[in-house]
């Protein structure tokens, strides 16, 4: 039951800090899809590093949805006139 519980709060946790950190960024660095392409290199670097597991694979992959989702708000901002992004 622990590890269920575990599940559940590290998806999010891990899109929000994938999403968070992403979108930081994306301000300073003024790119955007930079930031997944440094979640993938880690990605590729923990593969290889590790085996990983079925829930490895799904915690990791919310955290590449949360990179998406970050480059494409950047995205979406910039094309509505915000010139600070």
């Known amino acids: 039951m622990n590890n269920i519980a575990q599940l559940i709060i590290s998806i999010p946790l891990f899109m ?9 960024i994306n301000m300073l660095v003024k790119t955007t899809w930079f930031p997944l392409v440094i979640y993938i290199g880690l990605l ?7 085996g ?16 998406v989702l970050s480059g494409w708000t950047i995205k979406t901002l910039r094309n509505r006139g915000y010139r600070m992004f």
Do not use: C, E, R, T
Request: net charge neutral; glycine share 16%; aromatic share 18%.
């Open 44 to 50: 590729v670097y923990v593969y290889m590093q590790m």
């Open 16 to 24: 929000f800090l994938a999403f968070g950190i992403g979108f930081i």
């Open 52 to 67: 990983m597991k079925l829930i490895d694979y799904i915690v990791l992959g919310s955290g590449l949805i949360g990179a």
